[in-house]
Structure formats: structure tokens, C-alpha cells
């Protein structure tokens, strides 16, 4: 089957299109896996430098625990990002055989018409026998039409050689792609499997850890006892006053909408549909930071049968670190108490965020606040060595998790 020289043009653009299009969505998997994993190894780093500091004590305690559940949390992210690296990795050596392949049978096509025009071409017998074929025309414009012919057909012939060129080219590009990809197979491999014998390694160690810790039981049970009663003073002073800005909104407003719901003005529905819109998008509230304490109930890490409940998260931060705002908003209230120190409450229409355990405050009631500005110093435990911000995210009065509001959670 002879094609046009305007059909082949196509298919060879389509044919190149196709492979573009798969190799721009594979590159865009890939980059965002290897964003996601740089984030993860961050989170390893710094929960391993808080791990040589509480090492440096020689005495088992909870922070130790912290730090390494930190680091086994991430790794085992880590180990399925190079899962998700590897199956794209799959996927893309099938995709490029599947292409070399289409590649040669194109090759061979392009080889078989091009020898058929060869043999065609020697058949005629060179000039003389053109210029035979265009003088035993039977008139002018039958000798135009011939002289017409032998152009295309000399045109064809010369398409179908730099057609048989570009895809020997295309096909080569794509047996150096395949040799890459194997041998980043090879490399995510031997990653995957280093970073499973570490994991094994942490959990070993926290598994000692743990055991250590048995003897302080009564000490733990205190500290859980503590920190309980801290949440639920904490709960209570941001609960009231949301239910005041409700209150108070629905008075304003004169609206008779829902007790637990915050009539809004339209400034401030923007806001709010802002903020809901970045959920996943969020900045940390620390620059350099990782996860302790995670949203809901949860065992405790050393107490048998006892539960603990989160109603945001812990991330433990370096000494002198600062809390900054997650989006922007009106600073609602200053909260101060000797069992959470400080807490900052900034409303986003009908969302709130608390920035509590705060050494010291840089806002006040009523001042705005714009994206990742400063709001306060993290009170830093020196007994324990601890810098730790406890962050929550309010609706109303219903309280979310953090970690899926929160960039690379």
C-alpha cells in the first residue's frame, strides 16, 4: 500500500505526538515522587537530629520514642515512594518496548516500500527511459501530466530515505531510554531495600526504647494526665469563643441560622472558600519540623491500655523557632495558660487555626495576619530538651486534622 506523501507526514507527526504525550506524564509522576521524597528525607534528617541530641542523655525517655516513630513514619513513606518510583519505572520499559516495537514494524514498512521503489526505479532503465516515457505521450498536456508523475514519484522516493532516517534516529533514542530506565530500576531497587533494613533497625531500637521506659510508668501516667487537662482547657476557651464570633455574627447579621455554624459576610466567604480551597496546600507553621503527635485517639507509646487523644498535632521544632500563620487572617485571641503558655487563635472566615504552646506572642487580638507571618516564639522544655508546637484547625466548632491540610502530608 503506497501512502501520500501527505498521509505519511501525519502519521510520523502523530506517531511522535503519542510518544511526547506519554513521556510529559511520566516525567510529571516522576518529579512529583522525587518532590515527595526530598520533603520525606528532610523529615528523616530532623527527626535524626533530635534523636542524637536525646542520645546524648544516656537515659531512655519519651522523646527518643517520639523521634524515632518520626523517622519510622517517614520511612515507611519513603520506601512506598520508591514503590510508586518503581511501578512508574515498569510501566514506562513497557511502555518503551511497546514503542520500539511499533518503531521497527514502521522500519520495516519504510524498508520494504523503499526497496520496492528501487526495483521499479531500476526497472525503467534510468533517463533514457524517462525521457522515452515523456516524448510517447500523445500530446502536451499528457507529456505535462507524465513530467508531473516522475517529479512526485522522484520527490516520494527521496521522502521515504529521510523517513527510513527518522525513525532509525527515534528508534535508537529509544533503546538509550530503555538502557536508563533498567538501569534506574536497578538503583531504586537497591534504595528500596537499604531503606527496609534501616527500617528494621529503628524499630528495633524503639522497641528498647519502650522497654526502658516500663519503669516510669507512673511518671507517664502523670505527664498523660497533665497534658489531658491542658487540651481540654485549651478546648474549652476556643470553643467559647467561637461561639461568641457565632453569636455575635448572627446578632450583626440578624440571621437564624445553625447555633454551630458562623454566619459570614462575603469578604469573609471568600476567605473561608480560600482557605478550603489550599487544603493539602498549606505551609508548615515552623520552617524546619516533623510530626510527634498525630490527630485523634491513638495508644500510648509505652502505657499498656491507655489511649490518648490529639485534637490537632505535635511538631517538634529546633530552639528559638518561630509559629507562623498557615494562611492569612484576624488574629481572634491571645490565650494564656500555664499548661499550654500561649496560644494564638487566627480566623479564616469560618475556619480557625491555634498555634498553642508559645513562649512568647507577636500578635494581638484583632491584628491581621498575612501568609507564614510570625506569630509567636515555641516554648522550648530545656528539662526535656523539647521545642514543640501543638497546631489545630478548626470549622466552626468541629475540629479537623492538621496533617490533611498541611503541605506533603
Known amino acids: ?8 507526514a501525519v502519521l510520523f507527526v502523530l506517531l511522535m505526538l503519542v510518544v511526547g504525550s506519554m513521556q510529559a506524564f511520566a516525567q510529571n509522576s516522576k518529579d512529583d515522587l522525587e518532590r515527595k521524597k526530598k520533603k520525606l528525607l528532610e523529615e528523616i534528617e530532623q527527626a535524626q537530629e533530635q534523636l542524637s541530641k536525646t542520645r546524648a542523655n544516656k537515659n531512655a525517655n519519651l522523646n527518643q520514642v517520639y523521634a524515632l516513630k518520626s523517622k519510622i513514619a517517614a520511612r515507611q513513606k519513603l520506601i512506598a ?23 521497527d514494524v514502521r ?17 525503467t532503465n534510468g533517463e533514457l527511459d524517462k525521457v522515452l516515457f515523456i516524448f510517447s505521450a500523445k500530446d502536451f498536456n499528457d507529456a505535462y501530466q507524465r513530467m508531473l508523475y516522475l517529479q512526485q514519484y522522484s520527490d516520494y522516493r527521496k521522502q521515504q530515505a529521510e523517513l527510513i532516517k527518522q525513525t532509525k534516529v527515534a528508534r535508537v533514542g529509544k533503546l538509550k531510554d530503555l538502557k536508563n530506565q533498567k538501569e534506574e530500576k536497578v538503583d531504586l531497587l537497591n534504595g528500596e531495600q537499604t531503606q527496609k533494613q534501616t527500617l528494621e533497625k529503628e524499630k528495633n531500637e524503639k522497641d528498647r526504647v519502650v522497654q ?17 487537662k491542658a487540651a481540654a482547657k485549651l478546648n474549652k476557651l476556643i470553643e467559647d469563643i ?14 437564624t441560622s445553625s447555633s454551630h455554624v458562623l454566619a459570614l459576610t462575603p469578604e469573609a466567604k471568600a476567605l473561608s472558600d480560600n482557605f478550603a480551597a489550599n487544603q493539602g496546600k498549606l505551609p508548615w507553621p515552623v520552617e524546619r519540623g516533623f510530626i510527634t503527635g498525630h490527630f485523634g485517639i491513638s495508644e500510648h507509646d509505652v502505657l499498656a491500655n491507655v489511649k490518648v487523644n490529639n485534637n490537632g498535632v ?18 481572634r485571641a491571645v490565650l494564656t ?4 503558655h500561649i496560644a494564638v487563635l487566627v480566623q479564616h472566615g469560618e475556619y480557625f487555626t491555634v498555634y498553642s504552646n508559645l513562649e512568647e506572642a507577636y500578635v494581638k487580638q484583632g491584628d491581621k495576619v498575612k501568609l507564614k507571618q510570625q506569630v509567636g516564639k515555641v516554648y522550648t522544655n530545656t528539662d526535656e530538651d523539647k521545642t514543640e508546637l501543638h497546631l489545630e484547625i478548626w470549622k466552626n466548632t468541629n475540629k479537623l486534622n492538621p496533617e490533611s491540610w498541611l503541605y506533603g502530608q
Open 212 to 228: 526502658q521506659l516500663k519503669g516510669q510508668e507512673a511518671q507517664l501516667m502523670n505527664e498523660v494526665k497533665e497534658k489531658k
Open 242 to 255: 467561637i461561639r461568641k464570633e457565632i453569636e455575635a455574627a448572627k446578632k450583626k447579621n440578624e440571621t
Open 81 to 103: 515512594n520508591y514503590n510508586s518510583q518503581l511501578h512508574n519505572i515498569e510501566t514506562n520499559i513497557g511502555s518503551t518496548q511497546r514503542q520500539i516495537r511499533t518503531l
Open 314 to 331: 505535635d511538631i517538634k521544632t529546633q530552639p528559638g523557632a518561630h509559629a507562623r500563620a498557615i494562611f492569612e487572617g484576624e488574629v
Open 1 to 8: 500500500m503506497i501512502f501520500s506523501k501527505k498521509n505519511i
Open 107 to 123: 522500519l520495516d514498512s519504510l524498508k520494504a516500500e523503499y526497496a520496492r521503489l528501487i526495483v521499479k526505479a531500476y526497472r
Open 337 to 340: 495558660n500555664p499548661s499550654f
